[in-house]
């Protein structure tokens, strides 16, 4: 299923993409799409029946906005230097374990929506990512079997990121990773039995209309099985959190001088394969 959530930023309600691409509207079966549902097998069935049986109504999408497909995110983890083409362009040494970092879910914002430029930026960065959403509370995963039963499903995400706070101005990433707008999703989130092998999707990312990243999940460092299990080691995972699997090769910070960083009225395109499209302009914040 391509579950998504549609209307004014606060007041979204839940709805599906069916077969046809035809918006469905799923408020008279479910309240949301969050991790409550996600974690209800019984929910996440009668959205199925509904589906199936061509009881859900049309939405006319003329001109709706499309907010993130996931509402009452509980946490958002992030990879870094997942990509082996990635950790070359920035001459970083191939990490042993996956880097950790946070980002609130409070920089969610919907697929097209505008992402403001921090006041005093010069480094804004792009990062096209394969984002897992977790359907199932999970720890200590023993196994990669274990670990991809808890994952819902995946979708787009956008790793903004300003380089200068993230690594020029003391302390962790978090500076430049958690700036308002800074993690635009959507606009689907894809179940997992839609998605055949999540190390097998082409990525892409444009600045105003040019190609800037152009890779696949199969050159993760870290696959989606072992970031899970792994993760769960160090903390508990639940229905609604997102994880950020990391970006392929190809970010402004990577170019040689001068680097094309990020600024107001830019426009960036993303997109993976099976899992949708996103667009955003840049303002300023």
């Not at 274990?146 to 819902?152: G, I, K």
């Not at 099985?225 to 769960?232: D, K, M, T, W």
Request: glycine share 12%.
């Amino acid at each position: 299923m391509k579950l998504l959530r549609v209307g004014p930023a606060g007041a979204e309600r839940p709805a599906l993409l069916d077969a046809e691409g035809t918006l469905r509207d799923l408020s008279g079966v479910v309240p949301d799409i969050d991790g409550a549902l996600l974690g209800d097998g019984a929910a996440l069935a009668r959205v199925r029946q509904a589906a199936e049986g061509g009881e859900l109504p049309a939405l006319d999408a003329t001109g709706i906005r499309i907010g993130a497909p996931l509402g009452r995110i509980g946490k958002v983890v992030c990879i870094g230097l997942n990509y082996h083409g990635h950790a070359k362009e920035t001459g970083a040494q191939i990490p042993a374990e996956p880097i950790l970092f946070m980002k609130a879910p409070d920089t969610v914002v919907g697929p097209n929506d505008t992402v403001l430029v921090p006041r005093g930026s010069e480094k804004t960065d792009w990062e096209v990512e394969l984002a897992i959403v977790i359907g199932r509370t999970v720890r200590y995963a023993q196994s990669d079997e274990e670990a991809l039963a808890a994952v819902a499903g995946y979708a787009v995400s956008n790793d903004v990121s300003e380089r200068e706070y993230q690594l020029e101005r003391g302390g962790t990433w978090d500076k430049g990773k958690n700036c308002e707008t800074f993690n635009p999703l959507g606009p689907w989130l894809v179940t997992a039995d839609e998605i055949a092998d999540p190390q097998a999707l082409d990525l892409k990312l444009w600045v105003n209309g040019e190609l800037k990243q152009q890779g696949n999940t199969g050159d993760q460092i870290f696959g989606v099985a072992e970031v899970v299990r792994y993760l769960s080691r160090f903390m508990t995972l639940y229905p609604g959190d997102v994880i950020n699997t990391g970006t392929p090769a190809g970010v402004a910070m990577g170019h040689p001088d001068p680097k094309p960083y990020l600024r107001a009225g830019d426009v960036m395109e993303l997109e993976i394969e099976g899992l949708g499209r996103q667009r955003q302009q840049l303002k300023p914040a």
